[in-house]
């Protein structure tokens, strides 16, 4: 390969990557900007084991901020208490980001009846 043909496929391997790391900046300037206290993890965020059944989602705001209730009932002959231990939110769980949605999620489980009521927020360090 010529020095000149050399140069100009390290110069465009060179671009490409400034593009896609501007791209991603970009991305993430936009989530951290465009935040709102209204923002909610979705459900799928939450770790559930396969034979768990989420039985209903609810948003809920307060003063600070909002976040999202999972009701789940636990697989057959599992209590709500081995599945929150099972999902690591008892009593608390801080999930890291990745690479799409570098926010943090934050969850809590408790008990209530016979399903685990997980609570997901971005927001909150604290149980709401």
Do not use: F
Not at 9 to 24: D, F, K, M, Q
Not at 81 to 105: C, I, K, Q, W, Y
Not at 106 to 122: F, H, P, T
């Amino acid at each position: 390969m010529a020095p000149t043909r050399k140069r100009a496929v390290w110069i465009g391997a060179a671009a490409a990557l400034v593009l896609c790391t501007l791209t991603y900046a970009g991305h993430v300037l936009l989530l951290v900007v465009g935040a709102r206290e209204g923002d909610v993890p979705p459900a799928s965020a939450i770790p559930l084991p396969d034979d768990a059944q989420v039985v209903s989602e609810e948003l809920d705001c307060g003063s600070g901020g909002c976040w999202l209730t999972v009701e789940v009932r636990p697989a057959d002959g599992q209590s709500p208490d081995e599945l929150a231990t099972e999902v690591g939110s008892a009593p608390s769980l801080e999930l890291t980001g990745n690479v799409l949605d570098p926010r943090t999620t934050y969850l809590w489980g408790e008990a209530d009846g016979d399903v685990l009521s997980i609570q997901a927020s971005y927001w909150s360090r604290t149980p709401v």
